[in-house]
């Protein structure tokens, strides 16, 4: 009992350019088993490698697509039409592939009305899209500090609706961070950083599931921290986290949004891809210890990691979301005197220690002594070796009468906020020019903010010549705070 | 089949581009009616994917049926499909692949920040194993016979 079938365009090459042949079966099943019997050059187009009916081959008897019928067990008779009929169907790779979550459409959250109401502007550029907020309902982003660039990309990454926000730090809220980090408020001060974040972005979404991680970030725990996020936002602002950071997230294959800041002018780009660079394909090594001054050393104008925090937020939502040109590849720099953007073309270096093609380091090291960083040694009970000398034993020094020269190390504008009375100030830079004003048969004190710069000043006199130098320990922060309290601190 | 020349009238090049960049930033897709290796015609139809429009085209059952039908009515007969690439290279993707038809034209067109650009045409090798680029002519020569018009819907 032969069945008539009807062959679509395509496949008619394989059935000597006929519309429509005849085959035996009693199902579907058996008739299509029998054509491809007869016409061998269907097989590998109707079926896949299985055996099984490939899954774009749609067959309809008479007007009925076998999928609600009873598929390939549907009965069929001599007077029944069978068509074959093609789906055509394609595109570009998926955007789960393309962006960085991979996860099916059909996986994904639904928005609730709450949040449709919420992200209209959003789901109203076909470009974002109903899909493209359901994306950043699944994503998450880890913020690695909660400090000045990592204040505005979480507030920002909270309301546009990424789905789980993490964040890692350890610090307390300072009067000093006010100036920059404006997810904490005045009333936050001696609050913890996070519990300070996660009010403020539960206050800007509750719909957002904020997790926080009081942690100072390290080699045992970055892998495990990254790993379920699909996004690591770097608001870091030291060599060792930073390298730790870029390492861990090539380690993991996962996009870093990268950000710096330093006094007027902000860097940012995406490392850790797989297809792009990272952050020691620009930088292999750290700079020597002591040479490229901190925030906290050099200041930073409190508007610039607003525009640098937000730009990483914008990189971290187009990768959830899987749309526009991410910054990989390109490091972008900004001047906020000059007003103006550069950028710069980078290329991923074969030879890149973690993310080339013979990486030496395959897992995570020790970034303090990467960045040249030695674990301070243990406190002693009483100071000391004769180098240093404390805030309490140079008030009694000065008491009892004794002839002390203090050299104030800082830069003029540091000085103009608070000072030991009689203290001479010598920025560290001039020093080397300026040492011959100082008399070697004194004995220095050196002093600056907190002890960092003035333990160079000291070493450098000790190097030409200087007998009797002392740095003070913990500088005018420690001062203020064990002796002069009545100064202000910065 | 060897290398593939096929030729495109004007009117059928202009009909893909327009297309595609009127449902841009989503994917279009339509059919290509001709014979003997010049498509004359096109069939627009709309792009029924539940994937996600702007990476994804899907033609439903009853729009193909209707496009082998169109394409008799037209005098010629379904040479294939083509569809566009938003913000991306004209070629192929693996998801093409796997779901591609032998002995069919594919012509992609990339549409970028809503301009088209690259046109080019694709066949699937008759080992499924990956696609033939072909070469797409461009020409009304021989427009006395069959200048059908892009049919729009």
């Known amino acids: ?490 | 089949m060897a290398d593939h020349p096929i030729t495109v009238t004007d009117a059928v090049d202009e009909a893909i581009r327009a297309h595609g960049q009127e449902t841009y930033p989503h994917e279009c897709c339509g059919a290509l009616v001709g014979a003997d290796g010049r498509i004359t015609a096109t069939v627009p139809l709309p792009n029924v994917t539940d994937e996600g429009p702007r990476r994804r085209f899907r033609v439903s059952d009853k729009d193909y049926m209707m496009s082998e039908r169109r394409a008799g009515e037209l005098g010629g007969e379904l040479l294939g499909f083509y569809h566009s690439h938003p913000d991306h290279p004209a070629r192929p993707s693996q998801y093409d692949l796997d779901h591609a038809w032998p002995n069919f034209a594919y012509v992609i067109v990339a549409v970028a920040a809503g301009r088209a650009g690259d046109m080019t045409v694709w066949w699937l090798k008759d080992d499924r194993s990956s696609f033939e680029e072909g070469e797409l002519q461009h020409g009304d020569e021989n427009t006395d016979s069959d200048t059908a018009p892009a049919v729009h819907r």
């Open chain 1, 1 to 490: 009992m032969a069945t008539k079938i009807l062959i679509p365009t395509p496949l008619r090459p394989y059935t000597d350019k006929k519309d429509a042949v005849e085959a035996d079966g009693a199902t579907v099943g058996e008739l299509i088993a029998d054509l491809t019997r007869r016409h061998a050059g269907l097989k590998a187009h109707l079926y896949n490698e299985q055996g099984k009916l490939r899954s774009f081959v749609n067959i309809y008897v008479n007007d009925d697509d076998i999928r609600y019928l009873q598929k390939e067990q549907t009965p069929v008779s001599a007077g029944d039409t069978v068509s074959i009929i093609p789906s055509v169907a394609g595109g570009t790779e998926s955007v789960a592939d393309r962006s960085v979550g991979v996860r099916p459409l059909a996986d994904l959250p639904q928005l609730t009305n709450d949040e449709v109401k919420r992200y209209s502007r959003h789901l109203i550029m076909p470009e974002v899209g109903v899909d493209g907020q359901r994306r950043l309902k699944a994503g998450s982003v880890l913020c690695i500090g909660a400090g000045g660039l990592g204040s505005p990309a979480a507030m920002y990454l909270a309301a546009a609706g990424v789905g789980t926000i993490g964040v890692v730090d350890f610090d307390v809220v300072d009067f000093s961070n006010l100036q920059r980090q404006i997810i904490h408020g005045t009333p936050d001060v001696g609050r913890s950083k996070l519990a300070s974040a996660k009010d403020r972005l539960t206050a800007i979404n509750p719909h957002v599931d904020v997790q926080t991680y009081e942690v100072a970030l390290s080699s045992e725990n970055a892998l495990k921290l990254f790993e379920p996020y699909d996004v690591i936002l770097d608001g870091t602002d030291n060599f060792p986290t930073r390298y730790l950071t870029n390492d861990a997230c090539v380690l993991l294959g996962k996009p870093n949004a990268y950000g710096s800041i330093f006094r007027f002018e902000g860097q940012a780009s995406v490392f850790g891809t797989k297809e792009g660079p990272c952050y020691r394909c620009l930088y292999p090594e750290p700079p020597p210890p002591g040479l490229v001054p901190s925030c906290a050393e050099g200041g930073v104008l409190g508007v610039l990691p607003g525009v640098i925090g937000v730009i990483q937020a914008t990189e971290a939502v187009k990768l959830i979301t899987g749309i526009g040109e991410p910054l990989i590849g390109r490091f972008l720099i900004y001047d906020a005197l000059k007003m103006r953007f550069r950028e710069l073309k980078l290329r991923k270096d074969p030879d890149c220690p973690v993310c080339g093609t013979h990486p030496t380091v395959t897992k995570l090291i020790d970034y303090e002594q990467f960045c040249g960083i030695h674990p301070a040694a243990p406190e002693p009970a009483t100071v000391n070796n004769a180098t240093e000398i404390t805030a309490v034993e140079l008030k009694q020094r000065l008491d009892r009468g004794d002839k002390l020269t203090i050299i104030d190390v800082r830069e003029p504008n540091e000085y103009q906020i608070n000072r030991i009375a009689g203290s001479t100030l010598i920025p560290l830079g001039d020093i080397p020019r300026r040492y011959a004003e100082l008399n070697p048969e004194d004995e220095l004190i050196m002093q600056c903010k907190s002890g960092a710069r003035s333990g160079r000043a000291a070493d450098f006199l000790r190097s030409v010549g200087f007998k009797r130098v002392l740095n003070l320990k913990g500088g005018i922060l420690d001062w203020i705070d064990k002796v002069d309290p009545t100064q202000p601190k910065y």
